[in-house]
């Protein structure tokens, strides 16, 4: 699965890879695969590519009030 982030990302998201792998690659073309048992910050302001091309889980912690202030909550 591709997801696009054509918006700034809002705020920094601490992701640990559960399972499979991601690969970033930020809108200036660098990219960076992440595989299980992984720690890696997306920052804020990240715009680019999130490709999952396996079965992908992960933890993810950011700021609450900034997370939910973009995801309309």
């Known amino acids: 699965m591709l997801l696009?982030?054509?918006n700034p990302l809002p705020y920094d998201e601490y992701v640990h890879v559960l399972q499979g792998e991601v690969?970033?690659?930020h809108i200036e073309g660098k990219r960076n695969t992440f595989k299980?048992?992984?720690n890696f910050l997306v920052p804020k302001g990240f715009?680019?590519?999130w490709n999952m091309t396996t079965h992908y889980r992960e933890m993810v912690a950011a700021e609450t009030k900034a997370m939910m202030k973009a995801e309309g909550w």
Request: charged share 15%; aromatic share 0%.
């Open 23 to 25: 690969t970033l690659t």
């Open 47 to 49: 715009l680019g590519t």
């Open 4 to 6: 696009e982030i054509k």
């Open 36 to 38: 299980a048992g992984v």
